[in-house]
């Protein structure tokens, strides 16, 4: 079976923990633009130069970057056989258009969307503690901030589109990991989408 998922929520909310978690669960190859970006910066590549002095300004990487990289992630035959959980992408209403040409393109669509729902002041929190443990240069209090404001503003209207298609599922971040991934699986289950 196909599984095509996408986890959304604030900085600092997890998906990314998450996410590693649900993909595993469900055999499916975890495509997070924060990786692909961050390997590119770490290999020095073109890519990865251009991307850090956004990330490093507290921007976020351009549409059609993104866009670009995602599409040729997605055409890969592990993601394409088995599906995929989307970590980072879409984040505004731009990317939505793209990301759903490109997979009607296929011939498919997302089977869910994992809304992981966490107050501002935690993912600050969560933020500040990943900066300080992973010595992370993106993640000063100006750029946390910034990020944060363009997530509220930009990435959190796209719930509303998902939710009017019937696929969101709105997930209470807060808590164990333990706690938040079987409230993940729960909404899953619910949903008939088979680990």
């Not at 592990?78 to 989307?86: P, Q, R």
């Not at 300080?132 to 240069?137: A, D, L, N, P, Q």
Request: net charge negative; no cysteine.
């Amino acid at each position: 079976m196909t599984t095509r998922l996408l986890i959304v929520g604030p900085q600092g909310s997890g998906k990314g923990t998450q996410g590693v978690r649900v993909a595993e669960a469900y055999g499916i190859p975890v495509v997070s633009t924060g990786d692909i970006f961050r390997a590119n910066i770490k290999g020095g590549t073109e890519l990865g130069l251009k991307v850090k002095a956004i990330t490093d300004a507290g921007n976020l990487v351009p549409d059609d970057v993104t866009g670009e990289i995602v599409s040729d992630r997605l055409s890969q035959s592990d993601a394409v056989d088995a599906g995929f959980l989307l970590d980072g992408y879409p984040r505004n209403a731009a990317q939505v258009a793209y990301l759903d040409d490109f997979l009607a393109s296929q011939g498919a669509s997302l089977d869910a969307v994992i809304l992981l729902e966490v107050p501002r002041a935690e993912s600050v929190a969560r933020i500040t503690e990943r900066a300080t443990i992973e010595g992370r240069s993106d993640d000063t209090e100006a750029a946390i901030a910034h990020r944060l404001d363009i997530y509220e503003t930009e990435t959190a209207p796209i719930a509303e589109t998902y939710a009017r298609r019937g696929v969101l599922d709105r997930i209470d971040g807060v808590g164990s990991l333990d706690q938040i991934t079987e409230r993940i699986f729960a909404a899953l289950d619910a949903r008939g989408i088979v680990r």
